[in-house]
C-alpha cells in the first residue's frame, strides 16, 4: 500500500447547504482517517483532506456516489495540494467567497426524529420543532446565505449545554444541524383562546385539540405560514370555515394522521404514495373512495387534496382524525405568517391559536401536485419545492422573469441556471403585490442573481408586468408572448437545445394573443426564440370579459350564437341567464360591441359545462371544466368531431342534439374529451406530413385535466410527447418560459 501521503482540495456546488454536508464530510473523513477541514463558502462547499492516496480516492468517491440524501451536486472540482500535515479534521466557519450555493427547500420530518418524537424516553418526546441535519425548515427561515444558525430566525434561540453538544460531536446526527433545538432551548409552541388565556408547550398542543374536537377552526403557525384547521368530518365546522373564510366552493386540502388513514378514504397509486411520504410533502390529489369525510371539502368534484404532516407541530395535532388544513388567508389574499399580522387578519375566522416564536422569513405555500399515469404533474410548486435550481439549456444574462397574473411565481436566472420562487398566487391584490416584492426580493438574496434585464408577459395590462417597469431601475423589460412562454418552459424543463423546434399545444383559459384577441387554444410551431401560428380553435366572441369567465353560462350562449343554434328555454344555460342580460348579449354577439375575439380553450370548456346543466356559474378559476372532468372521467363511449380548422361549431351542435335526447351530461363530457384528443392527434398529424416530426409539447392549464392529459398522450403515442412534470403546467410555470424566451437570440 502506498503510505505517502497527499492533499486535495474539493469544491463542491449544488444545494449543498442545510442538507448536512459538512457532517458527512467530517465523519467520512473521520471513518477514512483523513486530516483537514470542509467549510461552507457562498460558493458551494470547501473541503481539504490530506492521507493516503487510497483513502483521499475513497472520499472522492464517496462524496460522487453517496452524498447526503437531501443534497443535489451539482459539480465537483479537484485541486492537488502539496501536503502539509497536521492532526484532526475540522469545520470551518464559513467563509464568504466568491460564486454561487443553492439553497435548500424546507424538508419534512425525518423518519428518525419521528422515532424519537414518539419516545417517551427520549428528551426530544413530542417536542415540536424537533429536527436533525436531515429535515426542518430551510428556505422559509434563511435570511441570507452561507446557511448557517446566525443567518436563520434561529438565531435567537441559544443552543443549551445538551444540543451544543450534539452540535458539536461529529458521531452525532444533529451534528452541525442549524436548526437543532430541544425543550430546554428551542422555540415555544402557545396555544391562545379568546380571553381563555394561553397555555405552552405539550398542554398548548392538547388544548388545540381539544379545540379541534369540540368543532372550532384553528389558526395554527407551520412552516411557511398559518393554516386554518378543523375536523373534516364534521359538516359543521366544514360550513363555518367556508363562510368565515369567504371560500365559496374551492376544494380544501386535508392533512392525515399517516399513508393507512389517507388509504381510507382515497386511492393511492405508488407513486402517489412516495409523495406523500417523501420530504417534500406536497397535497397530492387524489380521487376519494370514501364518504367518510364532510361533503363540503370538495363539493362537486371527485378528488381531494391530501398531505401527510410535515412538521412536528402537525404531528402533534394528529393524533385523531383527519383535518381540513387550508392555507390561513382571506379569499384570494396571500398566506399569513407574521404572528402580529395573522391576529389580525384571521381574527373573524379563528376560534383558538397555535403560535410559536420562530419567525418565517418569507410565507410559502404548500406544493400541490396530481399523479397522472404514476408521473408527477406539479399544479402549485412551492414548499419542499422552491428554491431548486432548474438547469437552462444555454447561457443567458442575470434576468428576472416575473411571471403572469394568476398563479404567479418569478423567477431569476444566470448562467446554467434559473430559480422559480414559491407560488405567490393572484396579482389582484394589494398584499399579493407585496408578497411578489418579497418574494422576488428572497430569490435575489438566496441565489444572488443581480439581473440585468426583465421580462414580462406581452399582456399591456398585467399588473405583474406593471411592476416590472415599475421595478426595472432602467433595466430593459422585455415581454414574452403569454403561449410562447408557455410552451418554451417544457422545451427547457426537458432540456431540449437552444436551436430546438417543437410543435407546442397551449390549450388554455386566456393569454394575451400578438393580434390583440384573447388565445388560449393555440397550436404553434415553437422554438425558444420565435414561434409561428400553426392552427387556433376558431374565435368566438368573448362578450365583457371577466363576467363571461364566472359565467359560463354567457360562454355557452356565445358559441350557440357562433354554430347558429337558437337559445331555445328547453336549454338549461339559456334559463340560466335572465332575461335582459339575454337581450343585452345577443346585442354584443351581433354587433361586436364589447366583445373581443378569443380562441380560449379553457372557455370552451365552460361552455360545454353550461351547456349540458353541469354548471352555470363558477366560484373559482376552471370549477366548471373541473366539474365536468369529474362527471366524465372514466366513461368511454365515443367522440364527437371538431370541424376543419379546430371549428367547435360541429361539437356545439352534436352537444345540444345529445342534451335534446335526453343523454347523461357525464356521457356528453366524455365525448367532448375524446373530441379535444382527437383533435389535437389530427393536428399533430398533419402538422408531421408538414413540417416534419417534432416534439409534440402538451401544456397550459387545460392539461392539467388528467382525462385530456391521458387521452391525449395515449392519442399520440407514435409522437415524442413533452408534458411538464417538474413545474405547473398553468401560469405557475410561465417565468421559466419567459427566462427562456426573454434571453434566446
Ligand atoms: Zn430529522
Ligand atoms: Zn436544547
Ligand atoms: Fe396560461
Not at 268 to 289: D, K, M, Q, Y
Not at 431 to 458: Q, Y
Request: with cysteine.
Amino acid at each position: 500500500m502506498n503510505r505517502t501521503s497527499v492533499r486535495r482540495a474539493f469544491t463542491v456546488t449544488g444545494v449543498v447547504q442545510g442538507v448536512g454536508f459538512r457532517p458527512f464530510a467530517y465523519a467520512t473523513a473521520t471513518e477514512l482517517s483523513l486530516t483537514g477541514f470542509v467549510g461552507n463558502t457562498s460558493a458551494g462547499v470547501a473541503i481539504e483532506v490530506e492521507g493516503t492516496v487510497d483513502a483521499v480516492d475513497e472520499f472522492g468517491r464517496r462524496l460522487q456516489d453517496a452524498p447526503p440524501p437531501h443534497s443535489v451536486v451539482e459539480s465537483i472540482s479537484t485541486t492537488e495540494l502539496a501536503a502539509r500535515g497536521g492532526s484532526g479534521f475540522r469545520i470551518d466557519e464559513s467563509v464568504s467567497g466568491t460564486g454561487r450555493t443553492f439553497a435548500s427547500p424546507d424538508l419534512a420530518m425525518c423518519s428518525e426524529c419521528l422515532a424519537e418524537f414518539d419516545d417517551p424516553n427520549d428528551r426530544r418526546y413530542r417536542h415540536p420543532f424537533i429536527s436533525c441535519t436531515n429535515c426542518g425548515p430551510r428556505f422559509t427561515i434563511i435570511e441570507s446565505l452561507p446557511y448557517d444558525r446566525d443567518s436563520t430566525t434561529m438565531r435567537p434561540f441559544r443552543m443549551c449545554a445538551a444540543c451544543a453538544a450534539e452540535y458539536s460531536d461529529p458521531s452525532d446526527r444533529r451534528f452541525h444541524a442549524q436548526t437543532v433545538a430541544c425543550w430546554n432551548c428551542g422555540p415555544t409552541l402557545t396555544f391562545s383562546r379568546g380571553v381563555h388565556g394561553a397555555s405552552i408547550g405539550q398542554t398548548a398542543a392538547a388544548d388545540a385539540a381539544t379545540l379541534l374536537a369540540e368543532g372550532k377552526i384553528l389558526a395554527v403557525k407551520g412552516i411557511g405560514g398559518y393554516h386554518l384547521a378543523c375536523d373534516a368530518t364534521d359538516d359543521d365546522a366544514v360550513r363555518r370555515l367556508r363562510t368565515r373564510k369567504r371560500r365559496g366552493d374551492k376544494p380544501f386540502a386535508v392533512m392525515v394522521r399517516d399513508l393507512q388513514q389517507a388509504r381510507s378514504l382515497v386511492d393511492i397509486g405508488p407513486r402517489a404514495a412516495s409523495l406523500l411520504t417523501g420530504s417534500r410533502r406536497p397535497i397530492v390529489l387524489l380521487e376519494s373512495v370514501s364518504g367518510a369525510l364532510s361533503a363540503d371539502v370538495a363539493p362537486g368534484g371527485r378528488d381531494i387534496g391530501i398531505m401527510l404532516p410535515y412538521s412536528p407541530v402537525h404531528q402533534l395535532l394528529l393524533e385523531h382524525g383527519p383535518l381540513v388544513m387550508t392555507s390561513g388567508n382571506l379569499g384570494g389574499e396571500p398566506i399569513t405568517y407574521r404572528n402580529d399580522d395573522a391576529h389580525q387578519r384571521l381574527t373573524s375566522i379563528a376560534d383558538g391559536w397555535l403560535d410559536h416564536d420562530r419567525d418565517i422569513v418569507v410565507p410559502c405555500d404548500d406544493s400541490v401536485i396530481r399523479v397522472v399515469d404514476e408521473v408527477d404533474r406539479p399544479i402549485r410548486r412551492s414548499r419542499g419545492y422552491a428554491p431548486m435550481p432548474l438547469a437552462l439549456p444555454f447561457t443567458v444574462d442575470p434576468v428576472l422573469a416575473v411571471g403572469g397574473d394568476l398563479k404567479n411565481t418569478c423567477a431569476v436566472a444566470d448562467g446554467r441556471y434559473a430559480w422559480l420562487g414559491q407560488h405567490v398566487g393572484d396579482m389582484d391584490h394589494l398584499a399579493t403585490l407585496d408578497a411578489f416584492t418579497d418574494s422576488e426580493s428572497h430569490l435575489e438574496t438566496l441565489t444572488g442573481v443581480r439581473p440585468s434585464h426583465v421580462v414580462s408577459d406581452s399582456h399591456p395590462n398585467y399588473r405583474s408586468s406593471a411592476w416590472a417597469r415599475r421595478h426595472s431601475d432602467g433595466r430593459p423589460v422585455g415581454s414574452v408572448s403569454h403561449h410562447h412562454a408557455h410552451i418554451a418552459a417544457v422545451m427547457g424543463e426537458y432540456g431540449l437545445e437552444a436551436d430546438a423546434e417543437v410543435l407546442g399545444f397551449a390549450f388554455d383559459g386566456t393569454g394575451y394573443g400578438t393580434d390583440g384577441a384573447v388565445w388560449g387554444g393555440e397550436i404553434l410551431h415553437a422554438g425558444y426564440k420565435g414561434f409561428a401560428r400553426v392552427a387556433h380553435l376558431k374565435y368566438v366572441p368573448l362578450a365583457g370579459g371577466d363576467v363571461s369567465v364566472l359565467r359560463p353560462y354567457r360562454m355557452a350562449l356565445a358559441h350557440l350564437h357562433s354554430a347558429g343554434v337558437e337559445w331555445s328555454e328547453g336549454l338549461s344555460c339559456v334559463r340560466a341567464c335572465p332575461v335582459p342580460e339575454r337581450r343585452v348579449l345577443r346585442h354584443q354577439l351581433e354587433t361586436g360591441f364589447g366583445c373581443v375575439p378569443t380562441s380560449s380553450m379553457g372557455r370552451l370548456f365552460d361552455a360545454v359545462a353550461a351547456l349540458t346543466g353541469i354548471r352555470d356559474i363558477v366560484d373559482y378559476e376552471a370549477q366548471a371544466a373541473i366539474e365536468l372532468e369529474a362527471r366524465s372521467r372514466h366513461i368511454d363511449s365515443g367522440a364527437y368531431r371538431f370541424g376543419d380548422d379546430v371549428d367547435p361549431n360541429p361539437v356545439i351542435r352534436a352537444i345540444v342534439d345529445d342534451v335534446g335526447a335526453g343523454i347523461d351530461p357525464g356521457v356528453i363530457g366524455a365525448r367532448f374529451h375524446r373530441a379535444v384528443a382527437n383533435l389535437v392527434r389530427s393536428v399533430a398529424e398533419r402538422s408531421r406530413a408538414r413540417v416534419g416530426d417534432l416534439p409534440v409539447v402538451l401544456t397550459g392549464g387545460v392539461f392539467q385535466n388528467p382525462t385530456i392529459l391521458s387521452l391525449c398522450t395515449a392519442a399520440l403515442r407514435d409522437f415524442t410527447v413533452l408534458v411538464p412534470r417538474v413545474l405547473p403546467a398553468n401560469d405557475g410555470g410561465l417565468a421559466f418560459g419567459q427566462v427562456l424566451v426573454g434571453s434566446a437570440s
